[in-house]
């Protein structure tokens, strides 16, 4: 088992920036993916960004290139995402996620996840 546990949210005025943290315990060995979703109320979960465990991969969804930078700190088994430019859009409940697989942008694929941590944008 992998427990994932994010911190970070908050509230924040349009245009700032927040990074938001996943630290991953357990048989982090059997990680090969980690990414970020998120879902705002009344909407589905949908995938914002994904690294490799070993770091050199990166994908993200288009609304957030640009603005956003996943990465990860093998030593303290903790993923980052830092979101800058924010805008009131971005206002959703964030998740970590890890798969022990080839897992990209559907959430089904991912085999753990955190229990979430709320970012909210203020225009």
């Known amino acids: 088992q992998v427990q994932l546990v994010e911190s970070g949210g908050g509230l924040v005025q349009a245009g700032g920036s927040l990074r938001l943290s996943c630290a991953a315990s357990?048989?982090?060995?059997?990680?090969?993916?980690m990414g970020w979703f998120r879902q705002a109320p009344g909407k589905e979960r949908v995938f914002v960004a994904v690294?490799?465990?070993?770091?050199?991969?990166?994908s993200y969804t288009d609304s957030v290139k640009g603005r956003f930078t996943i990465s990860r700190d093998n030593a303290k088994n903790t993923v980052y995402l830092q979101m800058n430019s924010l805008k009131s859009e971005d206002t959703a409940v964030y998740y970590c996620?890890?798969?022990?697989?080839?897992?990209?942008?559907?959430?089904?694929?991912?085999?753990?996840w955190g229990q979430g941590t709320q970012v909210t944008v203020s225009s």
């Open positions: 357990g048989r982090t060995l059997s990680i090969y993916r």
């Open positions: 690294i490799n465990w070993s770091g050199n991969s990166e």
């Open positions: 996620a890890a798969s022990r697989n080839f897992a990209l942008r559907s959430a089904g694929s991912y085999d753990y």
